[in-house]
């Protein structure tokens, strides 16, 4: 039974800590499929983190919060297309830019509007979002096996979870059942020969940008209104790249991205829950060894061991329009 218990707890977890890092792989997957690499990512929750959190403080209202999150996020993201789309700049360099800028930015205005260390002060009622009780989960808790899954898994979690799964099989359909997706898509094969029929390449790939923006928003905000009572400085922590190494991963796929997202975020869970603690025939396994492991299942797969992971043709490659 408490093996049982164990095993809910870290289901639990594993859905909490893999919401910002699906709804970031998710980011990227839609701007490196139109060819933008951005790793960038880690940036725009960062911003996004802070505005949420300030915004929700000032107006004691998370939606006004997240709003300003994927605004401070999309801002970045339209920084991120000026610099690597419209003037054709090295996409890695701008990502990097971003990611220096909103550190800085995030701290430095921190301290100035605030005075805490660069944190906003803890959020009042009404600036985070409360958890979504399902009907009958108190009263199905004490059924075994399936009471405790309803009432501590499926139930019980911040909106913006929610949000992040349904964005899994919505992402898929965008991408793989619409006209917007399959130009997506071909812009970043072969942008070429998108020009060639007529479609604005330029503005295929700031509308992939704009989406990216728009789900490190709700990544960032995830962060600071809803699993935290505020911002805090770099609180982010490495999460945009862990995002990355998932897309990898998972090859450039939603639902890929979802069942890497759950696994990264499962090892992270196991970390945190297993520091300290003995194993037998191994003893007590640092908690770095937890978080290096994604990173290096990312490698691992990058050596060819487990499958290849293929890139679209044309990403990270600034496209100039032929001139007749």
């Known amino acids: 039974m408490i093996m049982f218990e164990t095993i809910i707890l870290m289901m639990d977890a594993t859905i909490r800590v893999s919401t910002p890092l699906l709804l970031a792989c998710l980011a990227g997957l839609y701007s490196e499929r139109s060819g933008v690499v951005d790793i960038g990512l880690e940036g725009k ?27 401070v996020s999309v801002l970045l993201s339209l920084l991120h297309g000026f610099a690597s789309i419209s003037n054709r700049g090295n996409q890695i360099v701008s990502g990097v830019a971003i990611n220096f800028l909103a550190a800085g930015l995030t701290a430095l205005l921190g301290q100035t509007w605030f005075r805490q260390g660069g944190r906003t002060p803890s959020l009042p009622d009404g600036g985070r979002f409360t958890e979504i009780v399902w009907p009958f989960a108190e009263q199905v808790r004490n059924i075994p096996i399936i009471g405790p899954f309803y009432a501590e898994v499926l139930s019980g979690h911040k909106i913006l979870v929610y949000v992040a799964f349904l964005a899994v099989p919505l992402t898929w359909w965008i991408l793989f059942r619409t006209r917007f997706g399959l ?32 789900l490190c928003g709700v990544a960032g905000s995830y962060l600071s209104i809803a699993v935290g009572s505020g911002f805090g400085v770099n609180m982010t922590a490495g999460q945009g790249f862990m995002a990355l190494a998932a897309l990898i991963f998972a090859k450039w796929k939603p639902v890929s991205a979802m069942f890497t997202c759950l696994l990264f975020g499962f090892l992270d869970a196991a970390g945190t829950r297993l520091q300290g603690v003995e194993i037998w025939l191994i003893g007590e396994v640092p908690l770095q060894v937890f978080q290096a492991l994604p990173y290096v299942l990312t490698v691992v797969l990058l050596a060819g061991f487990i499958g290849k992971a293929i890139p679209p043709k044309a990403a990270g490659i600034p496209y100039l329009k032929e001139r007749s």
């Open 45 to 71: 929750m960062l911003g996004a983190a802070f505005g949420a959190g300030a915004v929700a403080y000032i107006t004691a209202n998370a939606w006004l919060g997240l709003l300003a999150g994927i605004s």
């Open 183 to 214: 130009r997506l898509r071909a812009v970043g094969e072969n942008p070429a020969a998108v020009d060639t029929a007529g479609i604005s390449v330029v503005w295929m790939r700031y509308r992939a940008v704009i989406a990216c923006g728009i």
